[in-house]
C-alpha cells in the first residue's frame, strides 16, 4: 500500500492550527506574545498567515514594510511553531484601486465593479499579474528558505468571473485555440438554432444577461475558460515563489463542492489539497444529512490527488455568515474534526485563531474570544483536540483504500443545471448524487469520488448518477470496466448529450446504450406533488422485495436484453421496465430509470451490490441510522474511525476482528458504546 510522505518535512506530524492576522493587532504587540503562550497551551503547530495583508505589507505603491512579518517567523521558528505563508491577492489594496482602476472586475452586465470585498479583481489585467508578481517576488526572496515555513497559501478561496475587455480577448483566444476554425466552432455551438451562427471571431463574446445567453456550448465553454484562466493566474503567483525554492509546496484553500470552478483540473497544479469545511451542525436531531455531505467532500477532495489533503479552515466553534450562527454540542468539535482525518485529511485548522475586534467577521468563531485567555470551553475544546491529534502521528500520509467509486464530473454539472428539462424547477444532480453516495456512507465503505478519464482499474463498484454529459471515450472506459468484471449502476438521463453539449443521435444512453442493454425513449418531469412507485419483481436477482414511492424524474425504457428487476407501480407506464441488469462480458451494469425518494430503497441495493461485488467495508457489522465507520490504512493496520452522528448514545457490537483502541492501547471486543457525538479509534492488523 502506498504511504505518501508528510505534507511538510518539517513538520511530519498533524498539522493543528489556524489562520493568524497578526497585522490586525500591531498597534497592541502584548497580544503577539500571548497568542505565542496560547499557540503552545493549545496544542497548535502551524498558521497560515498573511492571507490579507496586502495593505500592511506594502502600504502604498512601492513602500514596502516586511518588519512585522520577520517578526512574527522568528518568534514561531523559536517557539516550534510553523506557517502557511500566503500570498496577499485575494483583496488588492485601495491605492491599487484607486491608481489603476482596470484590476477591477468587469460584471456580465459590463458594468466595472467599484471597489471593495474580496477576489474583485481581474485575472487577466497586465497591471494586476504585474504588481502580483511584485509582492510574491518579494516573499519569495525574503521568506523561501525561512525554518517556519512550510509552504505558500496561494491567495484565498479563488471564485468569480470578470467580463471586461481583457477577459472578452483571452476567452476568443482560448475558444480559436479550441475549435481552429469558425465552422467549427458554429457546429460545437449548434449556432444554426435562432441564427446564432458566427462570421467572425471578433463576435464571440461571454453569456451575458442582456445579451447571448441560450447558447449552451458557449455558457459551457465559457465556465471552463473561468477555470482555466484563473488556473493560469494561480501558475503566474506561484513562479517567483517556485523559482526561489521550488521544493516548498503550494496550495490554495478550496470550498465544498463549489460550483464555479473545475476543482479537478485545479489539482493538476497544485501540489496539497486543501479546502474549508464548515458544517451547519444541530440543524436536526440527527447530524446525518450534515455529515454524509461533508464526508463526501472529504472524499472528493482526497480523490483528487488520491493522497491526503489538508482541512485548511473549519470553525472551533460557530460562524457569522450561515443563516444561523449554531454553537457546537459538547463533542462536536472532536466528531468533525476527526471526521475529516478519517476521510484522509493529515491537518485540522480553523478560522480563525484570534476574534477579529471590527468589520464583518468579528463574530466569526475563533480559537480566542474577545475576552483574549484560555478559559473557555472552545479553548478547552480545541487543545483536547491538539493533544489527541498529537498522538495520531503514526497515521500520518496513509491512504484511504478504496474500492467503490462515484463519477462526479463539473462540466457535467453545469450541462445538467443549463439543459432546459426535464424539471427546470429542480433537477437536483447534486442531491442525486448524495442519495447513492449516503447508502454507501451509511454501510461504511470507503469512497472515491472520481472524473471522467480516471482509472478504474482498482475498483470493484462504480457509480454512475446522472451522467447526462457524458464522453464517448469514458463511456468506452466504463465498457472495458464491466467486461473485466466489475459492476456499474448507472441511472436515469445519462449518456444524453457529449462534450459539447449535444446530443447523441441513435438513441440514449448514447455511448452506455450496448453496455446496459436498454433503450431510453422518453424522459418525464413529475409536479413535485405527483408520486409513483418501483415494485420489485418476484424471485429477481438481488433478492430485493416490496415497492418504493418515486418521484420528481420517470423515464420510460425498452429492455435490449437487460434483465428487468423491477417495474413502475402507476401511471400509463405502469408495468414497464425501472430497474434492470445487464450481464457484459464478466460484470453487470444495472440501471435505475426514475428517482426513488425512500432512502431504504438505496441501503438494500448497495448492501446488496456490496456484498456480491465484496467491496470492503470498514467494518462487517451492522451500523445504526447515523452511525458510520471510515477507514485509513498503511498496509500492516487497519485504523477504522468509528463516528457517531446519530444524536443520541448508541452501541455497535464489533466483528471478529482483534481491535485496540489507538488512543489507550485497550483490547476491545463485544459492544462499543458510543456517547453522543462520540468517536472511537480502532486498530486491527489487516
Given at each position: 500500500?502506498?504511504?505518501?510522505?508528510?505534507?511538510?518535512?518539517?513538520?511530519?506530524?498533524?498539522?493543528?492550527?489556524?489562520?493568524?492576522?497578526?497585522?490586525?493587532?500591531?498597534?497592541?504587540?502584548?497580544?503577539?506574545?500571548?497568542?505565542i503562550?496560547?499557540?503552545?497551551?493549545?496544542?497548535?503547530?502551524?498558521?497560515?498567515?498573511?492571507?490579507?495583508?496586502?495593505?500592511?505589507?506594502?502600504?502604498?505603491?512601492?513602500?514596502?514594510?516586511?518588519?512585522?512579518?520577520?517578526?512574527?517567523?522568528?518568534?514561531?521558528?523559536?517557539?516550534g511553531?510553523?506557517?502557511?505563508?500566503?500570498t496577499?491577492?485575494?483583496?488588492?489594496?485601495a491605492?491599487?484601486?484607486?491608481q489603476?482602476?482596470?484590476?477591477?472586475?468587469?460584471?456580465?452586465?459590463?458594468q466595472?465593479?467599484?471597489?471593495?470585498?474580496?477576489?474583485?479583481?481581474?485575472?487577466?489585467?497586465?497591471?494586476?499579474?504585474?504588481?502580483?508578481?511584485?509582492?510574491?517576488?518579494?516573499?519569495?526572496?525574503?521568506?523561501?528558505f525561512?525554518?517556519?515555513?512550510?509552504?505558500?497559501?496561494?491567495?484565498?478561496?479563488?471564485?468569480?468571473?470578470?467580463?471586461c475587455?481583457?477577459?472578452?480577448?483571452?476567452?476568443r483566444?482560448?475558444v480559436?485555440?479550441?475549435?481552429?476554425?469558425?465552422e467549427?466552432?458554429?457546429?460545437?455551438?449548434?449556432?444554426?438554432?435562432?441564427?446564432?451562427?458566427?462570421?467572425?471571431?471578433s463576435?464571440?463574446?461571454?453569456?451575458a444577461?442582456?445579451?447571448?445567453s441560450?447558447?449552451?456550448?458557449?455558457?459551457?465553454?465559457?465556465?471552463?475558460?473561468?477555470t482555466d484562466?484563473?488556473?493560469?493566474?494561480?501558475?503566474?503567483?506561484?513562479?517567483?515563489?517556485?523559482?526561489?525554492?521550488?521544493?516548498?509546496?503550494?496550495?490554495?484553500?478550496?470550498?465544498?463542492?463549489?460550483?464555479?470552478?473545475?476543482?479537478?483540473?485545479?489539482?493538476?497544479?497544485?501540489?496539497?489539497?486543501?479546502?474549508?469545511?464548515?458544517?451547519t451542525?444541530?440543524?436536526?436531531n440527527?447530524?446525518?444529512?450534515?455529515?454524509?455531505?461533508f464526508?463526501?467532500?472529504?472524499?472528493l477532495?482526497?480523490?483528487l490527488?488520491?493522497?491526503?489533503?489538508?482541512?485548511?479552515?473549519?470553525?472551533?466553534?460557530?460562524?457569522?455568515?450561515?443563516?444561523?450562527?449554531?454553537?457546537?454540542?459538547?463533542?462536536?468539535?472532536?466528531l468533525s474534526?476527526?471526521?475529516?482525518?478519517?476521510?484522509?485529511?493529515?491537518?485540522v485548522?480553523?478560522?480563525q485563531w484570534?476574534?477579529?475586534?471590527?468589520?464583518?467577521?468579528?463574530?466569526?468563531g475563533?480559537?480566542?474570544?474577545?475576552v483574549?485567555?484560555e478559559?473557555?470551553?472552545?479553548?478547552?475544546?480545541?487543545?483536547?483536540?491538539?493533544?489527541?491529534?498529537?498522538?495520531?502521528?503514526?497515521?500520518?500520509?496513509?491512504?484511504?483504500?478504496?474500492?467503490?467509486a462515484?463519477?462526479f464530473?463539473?462540466?457535467?454539472?453545469?450541462?445538467?443545471?443549463?439543459?432546459?428539462?426535464?424539471?427546470?424547477?429542480?433537477?437536483?444532480?447534486?442531491?442525486?448524487?448524495?442519495?447513492?453516495?449516503?447508502?454507501?456512507?451509511?454501510?461504511?465503505?470507503?469512497?472515491?469520488?472520481?472524473?471522467?478519464?480516471?482509472?478504474?482499474s482498482?475498483?470493484?463498484?462504480?457509480?454512475?448518477?446522472?451522467?447526462?454529459?457524458?464522453?464517448?471515450e469514458?463511456?468506452?472506459?466504463?465498457?472495458?470496466?464491466?467486461?473485466?468484471?466489475?459492476?456499474v449502476?448507472?441511472?436515469?438521463w445519462?449518456?444524453?448529450?457529449?462534450?459539447n453539449?449535444?446530443?447523441?443521435?441513435?438513441?440514449?444512453?448514447?455511448p452506455?446504450?450496448?453496455?446496459?442493454?436498454i433503450?431510453?425513449?422518453?424522459?418525464?418531469?413529475?409536479?413535485?406533488?405527483?408520486?409513483?412507485?418501483?415494485?420489485?419483481?418476484?424471485?429477481n436477482?438481488?433478492?430485493?422485495?416490496?415497492?418504493?414511492?418515486?418521484?420528481?424524474?420517470?423515464?420510460?425504457?425498452?429492455?435490449?436484453?437487460?434483465?428487468?428487476?423491477?417495474?413502475?407501480?402507476?401511471?400509463?407506464?405502469a408495468?414497464?421496465?425501472?430497474?434492470?441488469?445487464?450481464?457484459?462480458?464478466?460484470?453487470?451494469?444495472?440501471?435505475l430509470?426514475?428517482?426513488?425518494?425512500?432512502?431504504?430503497?438505496?441501503e438494500?441495493?448497495?448492501?446488496?451490490?456490496?456484498?456480491?461485488?465484496?467491496v470492503?467495508?470498514s467494518m462487517?457489522?451492522?451500523?445504526?441510522?447515523?452511525?458510520?465507520a471510515?477507514?485509513?490504512?498503511?498496509?500492516q493496520?487497519d485504523?477504522?474511525?468509528?463516528?457517531?452522528?446519530?444524536?443520541?448514545?448508541?452501541e455497535?457490537?464489533?466483528?471478529?476482528?482483534?481491535?485496540?483502541d489507538?488512543?489507550?492501547?485497550?483490547?476491545?471486543?463485544?459492544?462499543?458504546q458510543?456517547?453522543?457525538?462520540?468517536?472511537?479509534?480502532?486498530?486491527?492488523?489487516?
Amino acid at each position: 500500500m502506498n504511504i505518501h510522505s508528510p505534507i511538510s518535512n518539517k513538520l511530519p506530524v498533524f498539522m493543528h492550527g489556524a489562520d493568524y492576522n497578526p497585522d490586525q493587532w500591531l498597534h497592541n504587540p502584548s497580544i503577539f506574545e500571548e497568542d505565542i503562550r496560547l499557540m503552545k497551551l493549545a496544542h497548535c503547530n502551524v498558521m497560515a498567515i498573511g492571507i490579507f495583508s496586502w495593505a500592511s505589507l506594502e502600504a502604498t505603491e512601492g513602500t514596502f514594510t516586511f518588519e512585522w512579518m520577520d517578526h512574527v517567523l522568528d518568534t514561531f521558528a523559536a517557539n516550534g511553531i510553523y506557517a502557511w505563508l500566503a500570498t496577499p491577492s485575494g483583496a488588492r489594496p485601495a491605492w491599487m484601486s484607486q491608481q489603476y482602476p482596470e484590476v477591477l472586475r468587469v460584471g456580465a452586465n459590463r458594468q466595472r465593479n467599484l471597489h471593495g470585498g474580496r477576489h474583485n479583481h481581474c485575472f487577466t489585467s497586465p497591471v494586476y499579474r504585474e504588481k502580483v508578481t511584485i509582492m510574491n517576488k518579494k516573499l519569495a526572496e525574503r521568506y523561501a528558505f525561512h525554518p517556519a515555513v512550510v509552504g505558500w497559501h496561494i491567495s484565498n478561496e479563488f471564485g468569480g468571473e470578470c467580463h471586461c475587455d481583457y477577459c472578452q480577448a483571452a476567452f476568443r483566444q482560448w475558444v480559436e485555440r479550441k475549435y481552429g476554425t469558425l465552422e467549427a466552432l458554429n457546429l460545437a455551438w449548434w449556432t444554426t438554432f435562432w441564427s446564432h451562427t458566427y462570421t467572425d471571431w471578433s463576435q464571440v463574446e461571454s453569456p451575458a444577461p442582456h445579451g447571448e445567453s441560450g447558447v449552451h456550448g458557449l455558457n459551457l465553454d465559457w465556465k471552463r475558460f473561468v477555470t482555466d484562466q484563473t488556473i493560469d493566474f494561480y501558475k503566474h503567483e506561484i513562479k517567483p515563489l517556485k523559482a526561489a525554492n521550488s521544493d516548498l509546496p503550494c496550495t490554495t484553500n478550496m470550498m465544498d463542492l463549489f460550483y464555479d470552478l473545475d476543482y479537478r483540473k485545479f489539482a493538476e497544479v497544485v501540489d496539497v489539497i486543501s479546502w474549508d469545511a464548515y458544517p451547519t451542525w444541530h440543524e436536526a436531531n440527527s447530524e446525518g444529512n450534515q455529515a454524509a455531505w461533508f464526508a463526501f467532500n472529504h472524499d472528493l477532495f482526497r480523490s483528487l490527488k488520491k493522497k491526503p489533503f489538508l482541512l485548511m479552515e473549519s470553525t472551533p466553534s460557530l460562524t457569522n455568515w450561515q443563516p444561523v450562527s449554531k454553537l457546537k454540542k459538547p463533542g462536536m468539535h472532536q466528531l468533525s474534526s476527526l471526521q475529516a482525518v478519517a476521510h484522509g485529511s493529515d491537518s485540522v485548522q480553523y478560522f480563525q485563531w484570534r476574534k477579529s475586534r471590527g468589520s464583518s467577521e468579528k463574530f466569526h468563531g475563533a480559537v480566542i474570544d474577545h475576552v483574549g485567555h484560555e478559559f473557555t470551553r472552545v479553548f478547552s475544546d480545541v487543545a483536547s483536540l491538539g493533544k489527541t491529534l498529537s498522538n495520531l502521528s503514526e497515521i500520518i500520509g496513509t491512504p484511504v483504500p478504496a474500492e467503490a467509486a462515484i463519477l462526479f464530473d463539473w462540466d457535467n454539472r453545469w450541462a445538467v443545471n443549463d439543459a432546459q428539462g426535464p424539471r427546470n424547477k429542480g433537477i437536483h444532480y447534486e442531491g442525486t448524487v448524495m442519495q447513492h453516495y449516503r447508502a454507501l456512507w451509511e454501510l461504511g465503505v470507503p469512497t472515491d469520488i472520481i472524473g471522467s478519464g480516471d482509472d478504474l482499474s482498482t475498483y470493484k463498484l462504480l457509480l454512475v448518477p446522472m451522467a447526462y454529459l457524458l464522453r464517448e471515450e469514458m463511456g468506452e472506459q466504463i465498457e472495458r470496466f464491466v467486461a473485466n468484471g466489475g459492476t456499474v449502476v448507472v441511472t436515469y438521463w445519462s449518456g444524453i448529450v457529449n462534450e459539447n453539449d449535444l446530443c447523441y443521435l441513435n438513441g440514449f444512453p448514447g455511448p452506455l446504450r450496448n453496455l446496459l442493454g436498454i433503450w431510453a425513449e422518453e424522459i418525464e418531469g413529475l409536479h413535485d406533488h405527483d408520486r409513483n412507485g418501483i415494485v420489485l419483481q418476484e424471485g429477481n436477482e438481488l433478492g430485493l422485495q416490496g415497492s418504493f414511492e418515486v418521484h420528481e424524474i420517470c423515464e420510460l425504457i425498452h429492455s435490449e436484453g437487460a434483465e428487468v428487476l423491477a417495474v413502475y407501480q402507476d401511471d400509463f407506464y405502469a408495468g414497464r421496465a425501472v430497474l434492470t441488469v445487464h450481464t457484459f462480458g464478466q460484470g453487470k451494469a444495472y440501471y435505475l430509470a426514475a428517482r426513488v425518494s425512500d432512502p431504504a430503497f438505496y441501503e438494500s441495493l448497495y448492501g446488496r451490490l456490496v456484498q456480491d461485488t465484496g467491496v470492503k467495508r470498514s467494518m462487517d457489522v451492522q451500523l445504526p441510522t447515523g452511525v458510520t465507520a471510515q477507514l485509513r490504512s498503511d498496509g500492516q493496520y487497519d485504523y477504522v474511525f468509528i463516528l457517531n452522528f446519530s444524536g443520541v448514545a448508541t452501541e455497535i457490537n464489533l466483528d471478529h476482528s482483534s481491535y485496540v483502541d489507538f488512543e489507550t492501547g485497550e483490547d476491545i471486543t463485544g459492544a462499543l458504546q458510543l456517547p453522543q457525538y462520540g468517536v472511537r479509534i480502532l486498530r486491527r492488523t489487516r
